[in-house]
């Protein structure tokens, strides 16, 4: 069984409605022992639709009080960590480096929401463009990002455009992207970094897991041993959603280990 979920969200993100304290009870009823929070911050976010402006900010003073308390709470019947989940944007390498300086978590998950300033989550960057062009964009930002801005551990779903695609994953595939995926994992690798397996997908319109089991099989190969795993939670009964699948899948594809952080610092447990 599979006792660590490190992507999760709570009402300290805006969009989530869940008390931190429901996420660690749920976390608690479901035999996990390790868990990370993981609230958003999308600095200088593109807000497309007028009513989401300030959406992804994050109030950290709130954010960590919320987080001291629960330890008091429930640190004795679980391991709860500190962590943050990082929109990065080439526009905010420098301004994320002056956020973080003074900062300490646990755990800081990478993730590219955006691609060319545009929220990929609506269809507008579709617009002129094939799905696969913006596939091809998103994917090549990945790269530029994790060559400009290292401050991070894993880089989060990293085909996670495809699950707002309009045509849902009809015109991904992987063959497409191979050489600029391996570009991107190797790089990950070179820098000690590592990726995650995301099950919130899985409650998505495309219905499967992120990355595709393409990328999850390409990182093993080349040698990719940091592996988290989070569900991606913004409920209390989506966390460790699917995780008999995912734990699954993983052995198949011959993973051994899973990691999760602390204080910044890799740890492994048996899969
Ligand atoms: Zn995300
Ligand atoms: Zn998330």
Do not use: W
């Not at 913006?134 to 551990?153: G, K, Q, R």
């Not at 992987?174 to 970094?193: P, T, Y």
């Not at 080349?222 to 734990?247: K, N, S």
């Amino acid at each position: 069984m599979i006792i660590t979920d490190v992507h999760m969200h709570t009402n300290n993100s805006g969009d989530s409605q869940a008390p931190m304290s429901d996420m660690v009870s749920s976390a608690i009823n479901k035999g996990l022992k390790h868990i990370c929070f993981t609230d958003h911050y999308d600095m200088d976010f593109p807000y497309t639709v007028s009513g989401e402006e300030g959406m992804f900010e994050l109030d950290l003073e709130k954010y960590r009080k919320d987080y001291e308390s629960n330890l008091s709470l429930y640190g004795d019947k679980i391991d709860l960590n500190f962590g943050i989940e990082l929109g990065i944007m080439p526009t905010t390498y420098d301004k994320l480096r002056d956020y973080l300086k003074d900062k300490q978590f646990d755990f800081i998950i990478g993730s590219s929401h955006t691609c060319t300033c545009r929220d990929v989550y609506y269809p507008a960057i579709y617009e002129g463009r094939t799905d696969v062009q913006v596939f091809n964009m998103y994917f090549s930002e990945i790269y530029d990002n994790i060559c400009n801005f290292t401050d991070f551990d894993i880089y989060a779903h990293l085909d996670y455009v495809v699950r707002y695609a309009p045509n849902g994953d009809a015109n991904y595939k992987f063959s497409n992207h191979a050489e600029i995926f391996e570009a991107i994992l190797k790089r990950i690798i070179e820098l000690g970094k590592g990726i995650e397996i995301n099950t919130g997908g899985l409650r998505a319109r495309v219905s499967r897991i992120n990355p595709s089991e393409d990328i999850l099989r390409l990182y093993h190969s080349l040698g990719g041993e940091i592996l988290t795993i989070g569900a991606d939670a913004h409920r209390p009964e989506d966390v460790a959603y699917e995780f008999q699948y995912a734990g699954d899948l993983l052995k198949d594809i011959g993973f051994k280990y899973l990691t999760y952080f602390k204080k910044r610092k890799p740890e492994f447990i048996k899969l």
